[in-house]
């Protein structure tokens, strides 16, 4: 056994024909939501292919039997290297060269999932124990169990809540529907969860530093913007990456999901292709109230007051 999860475990096998490993996810006969995961995944990830994301090998649908078979990922999710979890990190030191190149690599699977493929796909759980890295350390978003198929529109949404805690996006909580933005907002999270070393939340701390997003915003105010860099990092870390994944984090994760940036915007970014636009000096205060209409660099050229805020 690899793993257990909500809807059940996850085993590591192995294909007697060819000899290759394989992570075989085995849908629990109890699970209320299973049965809907193991379609929503066999309906997406099937059909999609992309070298930054999790690969489905095949399916099994057997009277109450639900398997799912993966290619097999030795080292593990990102939040277990991250996190020191014994007989995963022992071997992987995560530099910051390696860090950068998740946060690429994520950016460039969900901008294929939003941006290129036929269909326009939903994530709705990307967190830092959904990304897997493969035998090159390269990463792969997986786990789509809670992925949604949408319309290629502006407006293009889901109406069920989902999710985890410190991921999920502000406006999940009054409007409940589930956006390519709610997706931006989570890979906020994690960019600044993987430039910090520590989860969204975290109640082991203080108050204050309970939620990571409120602490990055208080120490970019201040000045002070790496004194939330990931303390095992120590000096090893480009200054410039550094601060454009910060800055690009708190972009993500801004309140207000018109005035985030798509995916592929971030992808650019993180390519050098363009420059991050000007961030406000002071966390903005959320308002759902622009039009629809308007674009991403409309938010950031004619939206900015004159000390420097984001309405």
């Known amino acids: 056994m690899l793993g257990r999860g909500g809807f059940g475990c996850v085993y590591k096998g192995v294909l007697r024909d060819t000899g290759a490993l394989v992570a075989v996810k085995k849908i629990a006969e109890d699970s209320q939501q299973g049965g809907r995961e193991f379609f929503a995944e066999v309906s997406i990830i099937s059909r999609v292919r992309h070298r930054n994301l999790v ?79 493969d035998e090159e350390l390269n990463p792969r978003l997986g786990d789509f169990g809670l992925a949604r198929l949408i319309a290629r529109t502006k407006n293009a949404q889901t109406t069920i ?33 993987v430039a910090c070393g520590r989860r969204p939340v975290d109640f082991s701390v203080s ?19 790496f004194k939330v860099v990931d303390v095992t990092l120590g000096t090893k870390f480009n200054e410039e990456q550094m601060k454009t994944i910060l800055l690009l984090g708190l972009l993500c994760s801004h309140p207000d999901p018109n005035a985030r940036p ?28 622009t039009q629809n209409g308007i674009e991403f660099m409309d938010m950031i050229t004619s939206s900015t007051s004159n000390d420097g805020d984001l309405q």
């Open 55 to 133: 690969q489905l090998q095949s399916w099994c649908c057997e009277r109450s039997h639900l398997m799912l078979v993966y290619d097999y990922m030795p080292n593990k999710s990102l939040d277990k290297i991250l996190y020191h979890v014994p007989e995963t990190s022992n071997t992987i030191e995560l530099t910051w060269d390696l860090r950068y190149n998740i946060l690429v690599g994520v950016s460039s699977a969900l901008t294929y999932l939003h941006e290129e493929w036929e269909q326009c796909v939903v994530h709705r759980d990307v967190k830092a124990s959904n990304v897997m890295l």
């Open 161 to 193: 809540v989902a999710g985890t805690v410190g991921y999920m996006a502000p406006e999940l909580s009054t409007t409940g529907k589930a956006t390519t933005k709610t997706d931006v907002f989570s890979y906020g999270a994690l960019a600044l969860e």
């Open 207 to 225: 108050d204050a530093e309970t939620i990571l997003l409120d602490l990055v915003w208080r120490c970019y105010e201040n000045g002070e913007l």
């Open 262 to 289: 798509t995916m592929g915007y971030v992808r650019q970014v993180l390519t050098r292709n363009i420059n991050l636009p000007p961030i406000p000096f002071h966390k903005p205060i959320a308002s759902y109230s």
